[in-house]
C-alpha cells in the first residue's frame, strides 16, 4: 500500500464511531454516571434529613404497605427523610437524563409526567423495601449503620434495574 493510501485509509471519516454503534450500552454507562450524581444527592441529603428529622418526628408511621414502626427501628421522622431523599434524586435524574443521555425530544411535560408517575411506583416501592429490610439486617447483624444504610442501598439499586429500561423505551424518547 502507497504512503497516499495509507493517509487516505487513516484520516477517512468512520460512520460507525463506538457511540453509535453501541448507543445503548452508551446510554447505560450515562445513565450510571449521572445515577452516581443522583445517588449522591440522595445519600447526602438522607444522611442530613435522617439525622435531623427523627428526633422531631419520633412518632410511628403506618399507612397503606410502609409500616415505619418504632418496633422495627424506623418512625415518621426516617421515613420522610428516606421519601424526600429518594424525590430530590429522580429531580435530578430526570434533569440530567433527559438531554444528555437519551437525548429526548419528545414532549416534556408528558415525559415529565410519565416520569413522575413512575417514580412515584418506585419511590413508594422503596420506602416499602425499607421496612422489610430493615429487621432482616437487624436480624444480622447489631451494626447500627449497616441497619440503617444496607436497606437504602439496596433500594437505590432496584431503582436503577427498573428507571433505565423505562427510560430508554417508554419515557424519554428520541424522534426522529
Not at 436480624?139 to 423505562?166: C, N, Q
Not at 427510560?167 to 426522529?176: L, P
Amino acid at each position: 500500500m502507497s504512503e497516499k493510501e495509507k493517509t487516505t485509509v487513516a484520516t477517512e471519516p468512520t460512520d460507525d464511531k463506538f457511540t453509535e454503534k453501541h448507543q445503548t450500552l452508551w446510554q447505560f454507562i450515562k445513565f450510571f454516571l449521572f445515577s452516581q450524581l443522583a445517588g449522591f444527592v440522595e445519600l447526602v441529603s438522607f444522611a442530613i434529613l435522617g439525622k435531623v428529622l427523627p428526633p422531631v418526628l419520633p412518632d410511628d408511621f403506618d399507612f397503606f404497605v410502609f409500616h415505619y414502626t418504632n418496633e422495627k427501628g424506623l418512625c415518621t421522622g426516617a421515613f420522610v427523610a428516606f421519601f424526600v431523599s429518594a424525590v430530590l434524586a429522580e429531580i435530578v435524574s430526570f434533569l440530567a437524563n433527559r438531554k444528555a443521555t437519551f437525548n429526548a425530544n419528545n414532549n416534556i411535560v408528558k415525559s415529565a409526567i410519565e416520569y413522575a408517575v413512575l417514580v412515584l411506583f418506585v419511590i413508594c416501592m422503596k420506602t416499602w423495601i425499607v421496612t422489610v429490610l430493615t429487621p432482616l439486617v437487624e436480624s444480622i447483624t447489631t451494626i447500627g449503620l449497616l441497619i440503617e444504610w444496607i436497606p437504602k442501598l439496596a433500594s437505590m439499586a432496584l431503582a436503577f434495574a427498573i428507571i433505565f429500561p423505562m427510560n430508554k423505551f417508554v419515557i424519554m424518547k428520541h424522534t426522529d
